[in-house]
């Protein structure tokens, strides 16, 4: 006998086996959810309709996982790339257009995932140098469940300096001498104003503050 199913409002039928039972298949569809199906044997020659409408389909979210990656060293102050690869575990294939969240130094950035389950965003190190923690997380939705990875680190470097003295070409015994010294950022940034220089002359301490050029 011919049972018809509705699921989702699509209709699907089959034949009764020899133990009185149909079966048909169907995609459980994108939402999690307690859905309802019916089942409907129509009317004939022989037999009456019955049916059953009361039936339902459990779908729950399919798991995710999300993998950051740490970034192994930046200078202070530098842009970096912060990623994350989101996947289905199910299928152990990537997962794009979904939306990513990134927190580092208490700032938030998110972006969405591209082909490839790859959200990327920037963040400016920071001013201090240590080891800084990153996080990256999946927001639940319809379909996926929550996922994040919290144990990945940003290694901020302190910057490169060099600091070049000039000579003195003379001077006058038991005169003022006046000496300088050019603070420079190795990594591109020039010199480095605001900084303090210590002096050491014939057991004579002297501090300066550096200016805009690094002098």
């Given at each position: 006998?011919?049972?018809?199913?509705?699921?989702?409002?699509?209709?699907?039928?089959?034949?009764?086996?020899?133990?009185?039972?149909?079966?048909?298949?169907?995609?459980?569809?994108?939402?999690?959810?307690?859905?309802?199906?019916?089942?409907?044997?129509?009317?004939?020659?022989?037999?009456?309709?019955?049916?059953d409408t009361a039936k339902t389909a459990t779908v729950v979210k399919r798991p995710t996982a999300l993998a950051g990656?740490?970034?192994?060293?930046?200078?202070?102050?530098?842009?970096?790339?912060?990623?994350?690869?989101?996947?289905?575990?199910?299928?152990?294939?990537?997962?794009?257009?979904?939306?990513?969240?990134?927190?580092?130094?208490?700032?938030?950035?998110?972006?969405?995932?591209?082909?490839?389950?790859?959200?990327?965003?920037?963040?400016?190190?920071?001013?201090?140098?240590?080891?800084?923690?990153?996080?990256?997380?999946?927001?639940?939705?319809?379909?996926?469940?929550?996922?994040?990875?919290?144990?990945?680190?940003?290694?901020?470097?302190p910057r490169p300096s060099s600091l070049a003295a000039q000579n003195v070409?003379?001077?006058?015994?038991?005169?003022?001498?006046?000496?300088?010294?050019?603070?420079?950022?190795?990594?591109?940034?020039?010199?480095?104003?605001?900084?303090?220089?210590?002096?050491?002359?014939?057991?004579?301490?002297?501090?300066?503050?550096?200016?805009?050029?690094?002098?």
């Open positions: 006998k011919t049972v018809a199913f509705v699921y989702l409002g699509a209709s699907s039928s089959s034949l009764t086996n020899a133990s009185g039972l149909a079966t048909v298949s169907y995609n459980a569809g994108s939402n999690a959810g307690t859905i309802g199906f019916t089942a409907t044997f129509t009317e004939d020659a022989t037999y009456m309709t019955s049916s990656v740490s970034v192994p060293a930046v200078f202070t102050n530098r842009i970096f790339t912060a990623s994350a690869t989101l996947t289905d575990i199910r299928l152990s294939g990537a997962l794009s257009g979904k939306t990513v969240a990134f927190v580092y130094l208490g700032a938030s950035s998110s972006s969405l995932t591209n082909a490839l389950g790859l959200a990327t965003v920037t963040y400016d190190a920071g001013p201090s140098s240590g080891t800084k923690s990153l996080t990256a997380t999946f927001t639940t939705d319809s379909t996926y469940m929550t996922s994040s990875d919290t144990a990945k680190t940003v290694v901020v470097d070409l003379s001077v006058f015994a038991n005169e003022v001498l006046t000496t300088s010294a050019t603070l420079t950022d190795l990594g591109g940034g020039g010199g480095v104003s605001g900084k303090t220089v210590a002096f050491v002359f014939l057991g004579q301490n002297a501090n300066g503050t550096t200016i805009g050029s690094g002098l």
